[in-house]
Nanobody
Framework: QVQLVESGGGLVQPGGSLRLSCVAS????????MGWYRQAPGKEREYVAQ???????NYADPVKGRFTISRDSAKNTVYLQMHGLKPEDMAVYYC???????????????WGQGTQVTVSP
């Protein structure tokens, strides 16, 4: 059993900042990638950013230069630091982690429950 618990969402004014966190726990053997997606009302879930085990990171174009993803492998935690928030960033943000629960099983992706980010004056 694997659990992903997100935190850090909330209400922020345009131009403000928030830091999201996601902790993975449970039967984890190792973690490949940790990332974030978001879903705005009436829209499909979209990719935001990803942090790879080797330290590389990747970002969607709309957030490049404003968002920073980082991970603490010792704590099985991924963070998303968001600066310069815009109304179009408002969405439910989901943590997505690809991991193995044992050495002899292939990696699978797991979703968190989501945390709301609201950007409004």
């Amino acid at each position: 059993q694997v659990q992903l618990v997100e935190s850090g969402g909330g209400l922020v004014q345009p131009g403000g900042s928030l830091r999201l966190s996601c902790v993975a726990s449970g039967s984890i053997y190792d973690i490949n990638t940790m990332g974030w997606y978001r879903q705005a009302p009436g829209k499909e879930r979209e990719y935001v950013a990803q942090a790879f085990r080797n330290g590389d990171t990747n970002y969607a174009d709309p957030v490049k230069g404003r968002f920073t993803i980082s991970r603490d492998s010792a704590k099985n935690t991924v963070y998303l630091q968001m600066h310069g928030l815009k109304p179009e960033d408002m969405a439910v943000y989901y943590c997505y982690v690809v991991l193995r629960i044992s050495a002899w099983q292939s990696a699978h992706g797991y979703w968190g429950q989501g945390t709301q980010v609201t950007v409004s004056p």
